[in-house]
């Protein structure tokens, strides 16, 4: 097999349509820069979960090659951007399934014993011990958000608005970085990327709801 | 600066003013628009606009949705008090053209359409497709931010209480 990176993501910000959080970076990486953020990705890269149980693993992947991360030769690198993508692998047993495979050992278990009922410590027992026998047989599923970070004018594009990426982007960036992200909303934005004066941004502090009736 | 979840809730009016007040703009005030870049362009109402009026506990929604629809049911729901809460908007610089919709409680950009680029097919394809995705959509969240730049100027000033406010309430209910 060749060692050509062609494309996988065939998603996210090249995709036709998109969807974008908007982020302000404050803070600087450490010099020389290039350097920082290949060794920051590679020590917060994705790590297959396949050997492991874990419910979620969050990490950072290339871009192009999202199932196979390399930040060699500062590929993530593309023009004045740094592009790479938040990779988020999830085992979910489907409820079905769990119910499914607990009535199963329940009577297994009820065949065993005297009593024609089980007590709600051993029900939690075998549930417990069916998700983690579950768990470990359920691949992990992969999710891909790209980002697009502009270092030298502080802003980050998250493309999804998902919520819980969010806040897994939010968390794994600080970890990697120790740098906050700050996300832009109506205020925020307002506060910290429109330019106002000091006396503006103390007016903005002060305002309430405007009613347009009556 | 406030703490993030305190200020999201608290402000969250501010994004949805900001699309009240573009629908305005773009209704009574086209010339301010116009005025944004250097090279011409043109922004109008897409094909959804969501509008909330909230009356205590109860919150009452109203959903345009169409190309062509017809926008009086929001100006009906802005006479009972609603005001805007999602717009979608066109944009047209040159012969490209835009479309997205802007949520007004986090300023989230989503169903967002850029003008055509070309397939990517190669590695080579990649680098120049990203940056020429990057420069569209830079151009369009360029557009929010000046957008935006204004109201915020206009909302922290006198202008606001004494002149925009009258005039909004004047168009609602002509």
Known sequence: MGTERIPQNTMGLLSRSVSITRYKVQGKLKEPVLETMASCLKKHAIRETDEDVSDKTVGWTSYDRPYAPDFSGSSFNIGTYFVFSLRMDKRTIPPKMLKKHCAIEMAKRLARIDRPYLSSHEKDMIRDDVTSFLRRRIPATPDVYDILWSYEEAFLWFFTTLKSANEDLETLFLKSFEMPLIRLFPYTTADLAMGLSARDRDALLTLSATTFTG | ?174
């Open chain 2, 1 to 174: 600066m406030l703490d993030v979840s305190i200020s999201y809730n608290r402000y969250k009016f501010l994004g949805h003013e900001f699309l009240t007040w573009l629908w305005f703009v773009m209704e009574n005030d086209e010339p301010r628009i116009k005025g944004l870049d250097q090279e011409p362009l043109a922004l109008r109402i897409g094909n959804r606009m969501v509008l909330e009026n909230r009356r205590g506990d109860a919150l009452e929604s109203i959903t345009i949705k169409g190309d062509d629809a017809g926008l009086e049911e929001g100006l009906l729901a802005l006479r009972k008090g609603a005001v805007v809460t999602e717009m979608n908007l066109l944009y047209e610089a040159g012969d490209n053209q835009w479309q997205f919709t802007i949520k007004g409680e986090s300023l989230h950009l989503v169903s967002f359409r850029c003008p055509q680029t070309g397939p990517v097919e190669t590695e080579e394809d990649v680098e120049g497709a990203v940056l020429e995705k990057a420069y569209l959509y830079e151009k369009a969240i360029q557009l929010t931010d000046k957008l935006y730049k204004e109201f915020i100027t206009l909302r922290v000033s006198d202008q606001w209480p004494k002149k925009v406010v009258p005039s909004v309430k004047k168009w609602i209910h002509s």
